[in-house]
């Protein structure tokens, strides 16, 4: 039985014991309800609760894969306690966390809380695939150096991350003009969103752009504010479902990838189907990335 009738469980799927347990579950979701850092709409702190309760409502059978994904198993572990001194200590105990699952070679998916969060688990990652490049799905550069006195904020975190490994940007449409002169200082070649169709030709270049394991971080303003307005920072003129999906799964079939996180659900800002978007979007990304 995948569900326990009387008594379902509080945990990613609504899984029972069976396949939601820790030993046996390839996958492994790890919620961080932080968001210290934002500075417009904060409340990205529920967001991972948020998307564990909506995700007891998916269908468990993916029709475009023709398959139960949740068979791989999918353990929840309790959220993450965040470290009350700030956000660098915070990412620390993120790198810790991830690094100690991904030692037991456990598929992570980080639940977000804010996405200054990913840093850590990029450098856990980073450490374990050193061929490893980061495909970061945003509406926003976050290459920041510093923001409000801090260089640990959401708004730097790639910044952080380019320092020691490759990212491939796409759907940006909101960056400040620092971050645009570092970008072509780097050489970075951002898909954005503006005009950019996407076409067979983006989808390869998107690919071609990244190395041969790839971590995925999902800022979900990358989406369009008419599907997703439950977001810290929303953005007009984002992506809608089917693009970010057939970005995912022709990623997933060129390339391996190692793990991802949904970051930034600010679930008080809008109605309760961005939480269901969620965490569909959680396990539609699941299903692909460990599709035999
Ligand atoms: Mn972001």
Redesign the pocket.
Known sequence: MNREPFYPQRNFAALSPEYSDLETSKVVILPIPYDSTTDWRSGSRDGPMAIIDASQYLELYDHELDRESYLVGIHTLPELRPSMKGPEETVERVYEAASELVRKNKFVVMLGGE?SLTLGMVRAFREAFPRLSVLQL?A?A?LRDEYEDSRFS?AC?MRRVVEFCSIVQVGIRSLSQEEHIFMEKRRMRPFFAQGHSLSQASLDDIVSALSSEVYITI?L?VLDPSIMSAVGTPEPGGMGWYEVLRILQHVAQKRRIVGFDV??LCPREGPSSCAFLAAKLVYKLIGYSLSP
């Open positions: 996405h945003d926003h976050d959401h975190v800022d303003d970051v930034e």
